[in-house]
Nanobody, 125 residues
């Protein structure tokens, strides 16, 4: 059974940094898409950053390019999202998600097979 467990997050001031972690387990294959969605109050779930493990490529939402960095510790099966230059509009619940195929050009929530429980990120002025 695939399991995704998020940690990190919390509160930061605008311009600050936070790091999210997603510990993965239970998926025995090398081909998958793994990344983060976020959902702000009253809004839909938005893709943030994703890694295609077979192609070893990473895609970012335009809103986070140059500020967020996705990385994978393959030995420990932990995905990290380093969030720098945080903005108030980054405030949301962040979800780690995995799709048991490759990443689509624009990953959509409905395509993902496994989800973490979500973790709150709050950025204040």
């Amino acid at each position: 059974q695939v399991r995704l467990v998020e940690s990190g997050g919390g509160s930061a001031q605008a311009g600050g940094s936070l790091r999210l972690s997603c510990a993965t387990s239970g998926y025995p294959y090398t081909g998958y898409c793994l990344g983060w969605f976020r959902q702000a109050p009253g809004k839909g779930r938005e893709g943030v950053a994703f890694r295609d493990n077979r192609l070893e490529t990473t895609v970012y939402a335009e809103s986070v390019k140059g500020r967020f960095t996705l990385s994978l510790d393959s030995a420990k099966d932990i995905l990290f999202l380093q969030m720098d230059s945080l903005k108030v509009e980054d405030t949301a619940m962040y979800y780690c998600a995995q799709e048991f195929r490759g990443c689509a050009d624009e990953p959509r929530p409905a395509e993902f097979d496994a989800w973490g429980q979500g973790i709150q990120v709050t950025v204040s002025e």
